[in-house]
Each structure stands twice: as structure tokens, then as C-alpha cells.
T-cell receptor
Framework: AQSVTQPDIHITVSEGASLELRCNYS??????LFWYVQSPGQGLQLLLK??????LVQGIKGFEAEFKRSQSSFNLRKPSVHWSDAAEYFC?????????FGTGTLLAVQP | GAGVSQSPSNKVTEKGKDVELRCDPI?????LYWYRQSLGQGLEFLIY????????KSGLPSDRFSAERTGGSVSTLTIQRTQQEDSAVYLC???????????????FGDGTRLSIL
């Protein structure tokens, strides 16, 4: 069955530290992969997406993600976290007209 | 703004009552999606509308849930005889066109937080 897994429910990092949020997918073929961010009380905002080609994709707000087929992963990274990055992050995958979302990772940023 | 608008933002109702949730997509967007976000879980796909095509209802959890989209624009999600397990945030998204999800990104509204007492 198609699935998207985010193994980390909650992560805390210090402001200025680097960040990596994990995402693993299970699909028969390479899916289309996305990262969304959700601030409290708001909808989801698209950070970046991967379809094919270059496996390192750049997104908004200084985020990037790398697609690794051998590991079935699409981890989100940021070299230096800002306090405003505190939010919940969702990885999602799709092959047709539907998106399958992971359960999310809640990011806390310490001063 | 010109984003996806959902109303109400919060809804509290008693078990057994019917509720209607509204979504106004971005003007010109032909595809519209409803998702449910329960506490501690990811987003669960509910239903998808694309233009005048028959909607994809494969994610609706029971026959108490229904949705319609009038005039290819505004959509209403109706939950009949609500149960406590229906408590969740209901998110609506729209995209410029449907088909494969990668063609056009989905733009999300802020959601309706539904609480069933």
C-alpha cells in the first residue's frame, strides 16, 4: 500500500542550528513528493516539491530536500533554523489526483 | 486576499446534529479537495472535485458524510448525525487544475475546527 511515514513526532532544535526532518515513502514507482508547513490555526503552505530530475530541490524560506531512491527518503533540511520556523511539517506523496500525508513532525525552536 | 476561504473557522455542536462546512476556492481553480486532520494524525483525504466530472468520494469515511460543489466553485461538506469521532479540523484545498497532483500545487484554507460535544 502507498504510504508516507514521518518517524519523528516532535523535534526541538536551537535557533541557528541545522535541521533535518525525515520522511520515508512506500510506492510502487517514484511518487511525486512534497513538503508542507502548517503554522498554528492556519492551513498548509507548500515549501517544495519533487517530480523528477535533480534530486536536491530548493524551496521557500531557505528549505531544501533531497530525494534518495535507495533509501526511499525525502528528508527536509535547513542549515540554520529561525524561531519563526516553529510549526508542524508534513511530508506528502502522490501518484494520481490524491495526496497521502505523513502524520507530521512538530518543530520547536529554542532561543 | 485571494486565498481559499473556509467557514466557519470554528464549529461546536452536539452529538447527533448535522453540520455544514463551506469552502470558497481560489477563483479560477477547477479542482477542489477536502481533507480531515485529526489530533495526532496526518491529513486524511475525503473527496475531490474536478470541473464537471463525477467527484472522487473514495475517502469519505461513512455515508453520513457528503459533499457537493455548486457551479464549479463553492463547496459544502455535510456531516449528518455527527459523532464525537468526527471532531477534527476539516481542510479544503484548491488547485488550478486537477489530474496528477504534481501539475498544480494545492492551496489550502485555514480549516474549520469542528468539535462534537
Amino acid at each position: 500500500a502507498q504510504s508516507v511515514t514521518q518517524p519523528d513526532i516532535h523535534i526541538t532544535v536551537s535557533e541557528g542550528a541545522s535541521l533535518e526532518l525525515r520522511c520515508n515513502y512506500s510506492y510502487g514507482a517514484t511518487p511525486y513528493l512534497f513538503w508542507y508547513v502548517q503554522s498554528p490555526g492556519q492551513g498548509l503552505q507548500l515549501l517544495l516539491k519533487y517530480f523528477s530530475g535533480d534530486t536536491l530541490v530548493q524551496g521557500i524560506k531557505g528549505f531544501e530536500a533531497e530525494f534518495k531512491r535507495s533509501q526511499s527518503s525525502f528528508n527536509l533540511r535547513k542549515p540554520s533554523v529561525h524561531w519563526s520556523d516553529a510549526a508542524e511539517y508534513f511530508c506528502a506523496g502522490g501518484a494520481t489526483n490524491k495526496l497521502i500525508f505523513g502524520t507530521g513532525t512538530l518543530l520547536a525552536v529554542q532561543p | 486576499g485571494a486565498g481559499v476561504s473556509q467557514s466557519p473557522s470554528n464549529k461546536v455542536t452536539e452529538k447527533g446534529k448535522d453540520v455544514e462546512l463551506r469552502c470558497d476556492p481560489i477563483s479560477g481553480h477547477t479542482a477542489l479537495y477536502w481533507y480531515r486532520q485529526s489530533l495526532g494524525q496526518g491529513l486524511e483525504f475525503l473527496i475531490y472535485f474536478q470541473g464537471n466530472s463525477a467527484p472522487d468520494k473514495s475517502g469519505l469515511p461513512s455515508d453520513r458524510f457528503s459533499a457537493e460543489r455548486t457551479g464549479g466553485s463553492v463547496s459544502t461538506l455535510t456531516i449528518q448525525r455527527t459523532q464525537q469521532e468526527d471532531s477534527a479540523v476539516y481542510l479544503c484545498a484548491s488547485s488550478l487544475s486537477g489530474g496528477p497532483v504534481f501539475d498544480q500545487p494545492q492551496h489550502f484554507g485555514d480549516g474549520t475546527r469542528l468539535s462534537i460535544l
